[in-house]
């Protein structure tokens, strides 16, 4: 019996190898898909992170007797003080805690605004609202900040005598609406309030603050 070996072709000289050639482009264009998909996925991450950015305030800071300027506005805290009770519109509004009361002034460089009801930032990062037993109408969020002038108000808060110590009180425009003004400015004041001065704060308040008097 004759055995017939087995005689490979081999492709003449210059001949294309096509099946290596595909294997390769394969590979490429997988390897561009992955990287415009890491690209995509940084680009989404980066709008998220630059729209957060985008959304908080910017903030200046300073401190009691200073003029803060925000940018569009300016605001100089000028007195705190603290009462047991307040007189509102001829009301006697009472308070388990202390009223501290902040005396403060405001004016803009061109368009006038209105200041939005601050915001009390404890030491210890709570935060207070203007008290709601006082009428807004008597406060400096009532009038509108004109360029030119510095119009001068007042704010209450309700607080526990335990937030005083390093408290700082933050001014911001009124929010709302369909539009959101990016990093809208913000005015954080500190009050100048330290362990002695919140001590005879809580200890001696007034009796009474009459909002209906004329400052």
């Not at 989404?44 to 959304?55: I, L």
């Not at 300016?74 to 501290?100: C, N, Y």
């Not at 009428?135 to 002038?149: C, F, R």
Request: glycine fraction near 6%.
């Amino acid at each position: 019996m004759t055995t017939t070996d087995e005689v490979r072709t081999e492709p003449p000289p210059g001949a294309r190898r096509e099946r290596p050639r595909r294997r390769a482009a394969a590979t490429v264009v997988n390897t561009l898909v992955g990287l415009v998909l890491v690209a995509g996925a940084v680009a989404v991450q980066s709008r998220e992170m630059s729209q957060a950015e985008m959304d908080a305030p910017l903030t200046y800071v300073g401190a009691k007797d200073e003029a803060v300027d925000a940018g569009r506005f300016a605001v100089r805290v000028k007195k705190v003080s603290t009462a047991r009770t307040v007189k509102s519109r001829d009301k006697i509004v009472e308070t388990e805690q202390v009223f501290l009361v902040i005396e403060a002034e405001a004016t803009v460089p061109k368009d006038p605004v209105h200041l939005a009801p601050p915001t009390l930032l404890a030491a210890d990062g709570k935060k207070f609202v203007a008290t709601d037993k006082v009428d807004e109408s008597q406060t400096l969020v009532n009038p509108w900040i004109q360029p030119g002038w510095w119009a001068s108000g007042r704010f209450v808060f309700e607080v526990p005598p335990a937030a005083l110590p390093g408290a700082q009180a933050v001014f911001q425009l009124p929010t709302g609406g369909f539009y959101v003004e990016p990093l809208p400015p913000e005015a954080q004041v500190d009050l100048g309030i330290d362990a002695a001065t919140a001590k005879k704060l809580s200890s001696a308040p007034a009796d009474v603050v009459d909002l209906d008097e004329k400052k």
